[in-house]
């Protein structure tokens, strides 16, 4: 036999992969699968504009609840609880994608969740992978990912760098990755929520909510929902709807708070995230900026004390000397403020001439405490 004929058999020999027809390919839609009546939206979460489909992008900074938050809601939805004790959810299986945080950190966290609902959380089906071995961004990872979400209503994602280290988020490019998420939830009817970080917005480019989303502009664009978290370490978050596509609306600006809470006498035993509106929102800015000023007042007095004793009671010089004295960072005109209502208490005593001004110990020992709680 000839080599030509021979490699013609043994090719032949081989079993080819059946391709799949066209139209399994294409998945195209006539014109009576087109006027075919649509469904309910299926919802995980309506008043929060979250649903399978395209991923739900959740971009912050550091320290604005963004993971604690949707480890929350992954526990309400797997429990059947309200969302952040305010948002009825559709009760299904969580999963948790943890590419970020670690076993410990995650797994303590669920618990002190879980003990605030008031929910067992091994009778949940929530599953979490910290730490996996596969990257979102390997060859094999959308038909694992199809295996992993099916049955599955909501998958956490944490974080998107950290889950496809080989994407440049910075290129247009970055959209593919979301898109790989945003079919894999089509497939399987999951919905897919993937954390972000922020960076600090700028005059340059606009300085809005949606431009502090790290990276290109094409990861908004891959989104049905978005949302910003904007806050500070031990301060509220703020929480900015930035984009819907199924309602073409978003939700108003809220609030989210976390609270330590005590479970059988326990302190801290439990984790409870709650919902802000806008009028707790600012009572509890107020309460904050209050509490930080009293905090302000009570050290510039006992700075003042510190200084005039120092000073055998009496310094000589004028009210930016004295500052300078204290070693203070605090703003001229807040120190200026502070003084001025020390001398009002009599706990310091303004004397001297224009030229050559003094201030003198008065009672501050008995009155910093009543200044300070002014």
Same mark, same amino acid.
Not at 272 to 279: G, Y
């Given at each position: 036999?000839?080599?030509?004929?021979?490699?013609?058999?043994?090719?032949?020999?081989?079993?080819?992969?059946?391709?799949?027809?066209?139209?399994?390919?294409?998945?195209?839609l006539?014109?009576?699968?087109?006027?075919?009546?649509?469904?309910?939206?299926?919802?995980?979460?309506?008043?929060?504009?979250?649903?399978?489909?395209?991923?739900?992008?959740?971009?912050?900074?550091?320290?604005?609840?963004?993971?604690?938050?949707?480890?929350?809601?992954?526990?309400?939805?797997?429990?059947?609880?309200?969302?952040?004790?305010?948002?009825?959810?559709?009760?299904?299986? $969580?999963?948790?994608?943890?590419?970020? =945080?670690?076993?410990?950190?995650?797994?303590?966290?669920?618990?002190?969740?879980?003990?605030?609902?008031?929910?067992?959380?091994?009778?949940?089906?929530?599953?979490v992978? %910290?730490?996996?071995?596969?990257?979102?961004?390997?060859?094999?990872?959308?038909? &694992?990912?199809?295996?992993? %979400?099916?049955?599955?209503?909501?998958?956490l994602?944490?974080?998107?760098?950290?889950?496809?280290?080989?994407?440049?988020?910075?290129?247009?490019?970055?959209?593919?990755?979301?898109d790989?998420?945003?079919?894999?939830?089509?497939?399987?009817?999951?919905?897919? $929520?993937?954390?972000?970080?922020?960076?600090?917005?700028?005059?340059?480019?606009?300085?809005?909510?949606?431009?502090?989303?790290?990276?290109?502009?094409?990861?908004?664009?891959?989104?049905?929902?978005?949302?910003?978290?904007?806050?500070?370490?031990?301060?509220?978050?703020?929480?900015?709807?930035?984009? &819907?596509?199924?309602?073409?609306?978003?939700?108003?600006?809220?609030?989210?708070?976390?609270?330590?809470?005590?479970? &059988?006498?326990?302190?801290?035993?439990?984790?409870?995230?709650?919902?802000? &509106?806008?009028?707790?929102?600012?009572?509890?800015?107020?309460?904050?900026?209050?509490?930080?000023?009293?905090?302000?007042?009570? =050290?510039?007095?006992?700075?003042?004390?510190?200084?005039?004793?120092?000073?055998?009671?009496?310094?000589?010089?004028?009210?930016? =000397?004295?500052?300078?004295? %204290?070693?203070?960072?605090?703003?001229t005109?807040?120190?200026?403020?502070?003084?001025?209502?020390?001398?009002?208490?009599?706990?310091?005593?303004?004397?001297?001439t224009?030229?050559?001004?003094?201030?003198?110990?008065g009672?501050?020992?008995?009155?910093?405490?009543?200044?300070?709680?002014?």
């Amino acid at each position: 036999m000839a080599l030509a004929d021979l490699e013609r058999t043994l090719l032949a020999a081989v079993p080819r992969p059946v391709r799949p027809s066209l139209e399994e390919r294409w998945k195209l839609l006539d014109g009576p699968a087109l006027a075919t009546a649509l469904p309910p939206i299926p919802w995980l979460c309506e008043p929060l504009r979250i649903a399978p489909g395209p991923v739900t992008l959740v971009a912050g900074y550091g320290y604005s609840r963004k993971t604690m938050a949707l480890q929350s809601l992954a526990v309400s939805v797997a429990a059947g609880r309200p969302v952040w004790g305010l948002h009825s959810v559709r009760q299904g299986r $969580a999963l948790h994608l943890d590419y970020e =945080q670690g076993r410990r950190l995650t797994q303590e966290r669920y618990q002190r969740l879980a003990r605030a609902m008031g929910v067992t959380l091994s009778e949940i089906p929530l599953s979490v992978s %910290c730490m996996p071995q596969v990257y979102l961004d390997e060859t094999d990872a959308p038909d &694992d990912l199809l295996r992993l %979400c099916e049955g599955v209503a909501f998958v956490l994602v944490d974080s998107l760098r950290a889950a496809f280290p080989r994407a440049d988020e910075n290129s247009s490019e970055v959209r593919a990755y979301l898109d790989i998420l945003s079919r894999v939830s089509e497939r399987t009817g999951a919905t897919i $929520a993937v954390i972000h970080h922020a960076r600090k917005p700028s005059a340059q480019d606009g300085g809005t909510e949606t431009h502090v989303i790290r990276g290109s502009s094409a990861l908004f664009d891959a989104c049905q929902s978005v949302f910003v978290f904007v806050g500070a370490k031990n301060t509220p978050t703020t929480v900015h709807h930035q984009k &819907d596509r199924i309602m073409g609306s978003t939700v108003d600006d809220f609030g989210l708070d976390s609270i330590d809470t005590a479970v &059988d006498g326990v302190p801290k035993a439990g984790l409870e995230i709650v919902h802000l &509106d806008v009028a707790q929102m600012q009572r509890r800015e107020e309460a904050s900026q209050a509490a930080v000023e009293r905090a302000e007042t009570t =050290q510039v007095a006992e700075a003042i004390a510190a200084t005039l004793a120092r000073y055998a009671g009496v310094f000589r010089g004028s009210r930016s =000397q004295l500052r300078e004295a %204290c070693g203070l960072r605090v703003r001229t005109q807040r120190f200026s403020a502070i003084l001025r209502d020390l001398i009002q208490q009599g706990a310091v005593v303004e004397a001297g001439t224009y030229h050559a001004p003094e201030f003198h110990v008065g009672g501050i020992e008995d009155t910093t405490q009543q200044v300070a709680n002014a």
